[in-house]
């Protein structure tokens, strides 16, 4: 049914153009469409018609793009100047299931005389929408189009169109020149753009359509083409088709102020006069459109407050609240229309506005010893769906400018967690259950997040740093590296202000031992009794240094008899221990450690292979030092010195710790840099070609193989196909049988076995599809051009055709893609007669995406007389 109502469409066309009923009234139009659950939506088509013509439509048939198709009724027409009128169509639709479909309206004709569409008057007028339905992005509603396509040009005059495009989901949209199309959306051949003086294009922001200027006089049509964006994902696009009339004339068009545009936070208002003037005099109409004046709560507001001839100025207003919150800016579009009786020309400017969500309010920290509370007031947008907290190490001293929310990468914040909704102002940062490290300047900022994703202006910055205990440790060094025999100094600072608790004595020190940097497994080691706290070290000995870390905590009583009590939580500190990570011809030195002062620097000694003494080879500021310029597979060892302070007065400085000794082997295990590939598809040898590059001549040494890998479709896994084993042997061959679709992607393997990233892009090829029918062909029985046969790609899985007759009689049907028709009639004997028939055709080929049904249309002339000669390739 589907494919006879399309043959319909093409035989009306037909009968039109030989009766001289031209439907010539479309001039401009696009979709766009709501998402009402699922699979369902409310599509609404929308066509710019000119009203002098006869034809007017009350219905338009839609394709979805799904198999089916359906008619759309008109529910509303509205004039517009220049005799124009804006027809709006709306229907829904339930799709079979997630998908990418391209919805297709199509409506014979365009008008007569359109200057870069040949023969203009029999061309489809079509408008294509892609909706995408995947339910892991959200559902989505296309950007709706607010400035309707009526301004008339002038030669010699600049032209701007803005289609004023508002997305109510806060998706970005970009924007480009893309082909008007035909029936089944297919871009119309021989078509161009219209000739400028200087440029004619689209501006991919802001989505002015520029052109400047033009040079000839008539009908252009142009195409633009608005694409969603989401999290990097292209969602979908909508194309306006749109009609420009460009006259001779003495006119200028009026000339409107340069615009500005504002950053506000939610609840501020904007107040804006904006002036156009007429060089002519003429008197000026202002019109302004875009999202502030759609919005449901508190839209924004344009009035005129002076006019006089020449001269214009009309002034915007809005109220901002937090439901005005967004990614996206808003876009308002002004255009000042003279009033002149040669023709009346117009400026199209536009301006910005970001409304910014409030910070969070009052950010505090209490810290414990081993986390840090953050609290906050949540500021006056309810909307608020969460909060985002980020943190870094070190106070940063950040300052939003004017129009800045969220936490730019740039101050070293990373978001580290986020509240379960807007009334969540709590979060406990321990690490995620690992707990911090003490002697460490936590910094945080909290901002709310929004809806789209947005984020607010970050609140104020604020640091802590965990508390430190009692006695404060100011040393755990190891003196011994050693398996058995290793052994480890431990320093505390004597506690003061005793008798303020009171804690009168005699007192005991406890100290405990934990492997491992977080104390997680203490066990009591030693104790002693003490009457005057001047007692302040200890040594632990006979332990394996060598291989473990370890944390030490000591706790201080007070002893009296019927009075003992610990006094303050105990201090604790870790070792310093060494992780080396071997790399390339270095080897990567990480400083481990759990302690509650800070370190400022790192010193860093390796061993002197002759001298067999440690010698100092560098000093950092940060835990990762990386010694370079090693020898493979040699064994080098190191110790690090470590220099800090607790930053308070009357604690010791600076605090002198080491670690123990440990030994690497630096090795290859970087693998190398990913080749850059090419590929190309030998059509007619039914093989890919591909091309790469040797990382040896640019970015490694010892690349020694490749590895292929292979998908035959988008949503597949890459496989290795092949292996090449030789550095300087880079193409390669790949023959397949059902298809040349598909998608490639080739690794750099060096002399250690590492295996590089994939080529990127990964290199998609799909282009050995065709099917051509011949326009004509002779059943007359002389053995010449007698079957109607199509030239076919062989990765044509089948194709579903019907060839009708130009009353509408179906003649002949077939699945295969050769088609092979004889000219005999459907169900008879008898040959059909000589003319012009119809066909329609869905041919099904192997694709990249799988197997696509691709639609045709057309029509073949059947020569079935005696002596007939046509010679078809």
Known sequence: MYMYKRFLVIFFSFLFINHGVFATHNRAGEITYKQISDLTFEITIWTYTYTLSAADRDQLPVNWG?????????????????????????????????????????????????????????????????????????????????????????????????????????????????VCTREDGIPIENYTLPPA????????????????????????????????????????????????????????????????????VAGDSISYEITSTDSEGDSIRHVANGGPFIVDDSPAQFNTINSVPGSITSRFTWKTNCSHVRQQRYTVVVKAEDNNPDLELVDISSFNITVLGPPPENLTTISSSNSIRLEWSPGPCTNVKKYRIYRREGYFGFVPDSCQNGVPASTGYVSIGETSGPLDTVFIDNNDGSGLLQGTDYCYMVVGVYKDGCESIASNEICG??????????????????????????????????DTIPANGPYEYMIYRSPGLWGESYSLIH??????????????????????????????????????????PPGEASTVFLHLEPGDNQLEIHCRKNVPWINTEYIVYRQ???????????????????????????TYCYFVKTV????????????????????????????????????????????????WTNPNNYCADDVVSYNIYYKTELDDDLGIIATINS??????RHYMENTLAGCYAVTAIDSFGNESSFSMPIICVDSCTYFEVPNVFTPNGDNINDILKAKVSPFIDKIDMKIYSRSGTLVYETNDPYINWDGRQKGKKSFVASGI?????????????????????????????????????
């Open 66 to 178: 799904d198999g089916t198709t359906s008619i759309a009724p008109r529910v509303e027409k509205i004039a517009l100047p220049s005799f124009y009128r804006r027809n709006k169509y709306v229907i829904t639709h339930t799709f079979p299931g997630p998908g990418v479909y391209k919805i297709n309206v199509e409506d014979p004709n365009r008008n007569y005389g359109i200057l870069n569409i040949p023969n203009s008057v029999n061309v489809v007028f079509s408008i294509q929408t892609t909706l995408m339905i995947n339910p892991s992005l959200g559902y989505n509603n296309t950007p709706v189009l607010l400035n309707p396509p009526y301004d008339k040009a002038a030669r010699g005059r600049l032209f701007i169109h803005n289609p004023s495009a508002y997305d109510e989901d806060g998706d970005s949209l970009s924007y480009k020149l893309t």
């Open 197 to 264: 003086s200087d440029t004619l294009y689209v501006d991919a922001v802001s989505g002015d359509l520029i052109w400047q200027t033009p040079v000839d006089t008539g009908f252009y049509n142009v195409a633009i083409d608005i694409e969603e964006w989401r999290d990097g994902i292209k969602i979908g696009n909508i194309v306006r088709d749109i009609q420009i009339e460009v006259y001779e004339t003495d006119n200028n068009p009026p000339v409107t102020e340069p615009l500005r545009d504002f950053c506000v």
């Open 465 to 498: 740093v965990l508390i430190q205990g009692t006695p404060i440790i100011t040393n755990v060094s190891v003196n011994i590296t050693d398996p058995v025999n290793g052994s480890v100094y431990l320093a505390w600072v004597k506690p003061r202000d005793l």
């Open 527 to 568: 104790t002693f009794q003490t009457s005057d706290l001047n007692d302040t070290t200890f040594t632990d000995i006979l332990i394996n240094t060598l291989d473990f870390a370890y944390t030490y905590k000591v706790e201080l009583y007070n002893n009296e008899v019927g009075n003992r009590f610990l006094i303050g």
């Open 608 to 634: 002197n292979k002759t001298t067999m003494n440690f010698d100092s080879i560098g000093v950092s500021s940060d835990t990762v030092f990386i010694d370079t310029g090693l020898i493979n597979s040699v």
């Open 644 to 691: 800090g302070s607790y930053n308070r007065s009357g604690l010791p400085e600076p605090l002198i710790n080491y670690s123990h000794e440990a030994c690497g082997v630096p090795i290859d295990n970087s693998p190398p840099c990913p080749p850059t590939l090419s590929v190309s598809s030998i059509c007619d040898s039914l093989y890919n070609y591909l091309v």
């Open 727 to 732: 550095a300087t042997d880079t193409t390669y």
């Open 837 to 873: 028939y119809y066909y329609i055709c869905d041919i099904y080929e192997q694709r990249i995406t799988g197997i696509e049904i691709r639609n045709i249309s057309g029509f073949v002339h059947v020569i079935s007389e005696k002596g007939a000669r046509i010679s078809v390739e």
